[in-house]
């Protein structure tokens, strides 16, 4: 079996007719019945029912039509991938990118790559650090925007944001219009976390800022994004802490504090890519962008002895 043969098994059960598909594949009616024939014997099925006055479906050619245009549909995406992996600065870009990055690096990332890779399609992903970094092992992803991993990785990283946390109160909190207020002050009210699961880093950040704080604080309620901490936090179910690039989306009811500069409450990311494994256009473009982006974000500072 192959490729030529779902081409025609396809074009006959879309014409239902032999002549009539021999015309559209630019081919007589005789090697085109014979190709079907090897194909059925070659799979041990009945794909067609034929007599003199019409040709249909079985069933098993039924749900062989639509298997083969998924796989004629993959082999046409496949060689079109090639095709532009072959072109200078073309292609597609599978992007990975920890949540907190969609309001950080995300942005500045897409601006540099729109000007500099007008050609290259932008295929983003949602995703968490870890589920990034198996993905990028597996050639499932070129490029990832992970927070920094204590792991060693077996992939190229280059450090290219870093930013501190920030305390967000419902806007009806007492403290909500006080300024420079000490995050000591919430060390007895609740408080909202995003999920130690989806965000590790964040929630390991947001522990050790509230230590350095000199208390432990009282997580009583969980989240896996930040739409559902800020949704929490405005209903009153209490305090949290989330990057402070968090506060560039517009999400009314609640108030954003800035806390002092921390190393122990510092969110980094890096972006990451497989300089062995990878397809050339993903480490170009992250060999020549990532330096910039980094320069672009402005906010890195060399970790604490």
């Known amino acids: 079996m192959d490729i030529k043969q779902l081409r025609y098994f396809v074009m006959v059960a879309e014409e239902l007719s032999f002549s009539k598909a021999a015309t ?5 009616q005789p090697p085109l019945s014979q190709q079907i024939k090897a194909l059925e014997e070659e799979m041990g099925v009945e794909l067609f029912v034929r007599n003199r006055r019409a040709v249909r479906l079985t069933e098993a050619g039924q749900v062989f039509l639509r298997e083969s245009r998924v796989l004629l549909d993959q082999f046409r995406t496949a060689v079109n991938v090639a095709i ?3 072109r200078e600065n073309v292609g597609t870009l599978r992007l990975g990118v920890a949540t907190s990055g969609l309001f950080s690096v995300l942005p500045t990332l897409l601006a540099l790559i729109r000007a500099e890779y007008p050609k290259v399609d932008v295929q983003l992903s949602d995703m968490q650090s870890e589920a990034q970094i198996q993905a990028l092992s597996q050639g499932m992803l070129d490029l990832g925007i992970v927070h920094v991993s204590p792991q060693k990785l077996s992939l190229t990283r280059h450090p290219v944001h ?16 006080s300024p420079d207020v000490p ?7 609740p408080m909202v976390a995003l999920s130690r699961i989806h965000a590790p880093t964040v929630f390991d950040a947001a522990i050790a800022c509230c230590a350095e704080a000199g208390f432990s604080p009282l997580i009583q309620h969980t989240a896996r994004s930040p739409f559902t901490i800020f949704q929490m936090v405005r209903m009153g179910f209490g305090v949290a802490l989330v990057p402070r690039s968090y506060r560039f ?25 497989d300089e062995r494994r990878g397809a050339s256009l993903a480490r170009t473009l992250a060999q020549r962008l990532a ?5 672009a974000l402005g906010t890195l500072r060399p970790p604490a002895p």
């Open 24 to 28: 559209r594949l630019h081919m007589s």
């Open 84 to 86: 532009n992996a072959s």
């Open 162 to 177: 870093s930013e501190n946390l920030s305390l967000v109160m419902p806007a009806s909190h007492r403290l909500a219009a």
């Open 183 to 189: 995050l000591s002050e919430f060390a007895d009210e």
């Open 249 to 273: 989306g517009d999400y009314p009811g609640v108030v954003f504090h800035d806390l002092p500069a921390s190393d122990l409450g510092r969110i980094r990311m890096e972006l990451v890519w």
């Open 291 to 295: 330096p910039r982006l980094a320069e």
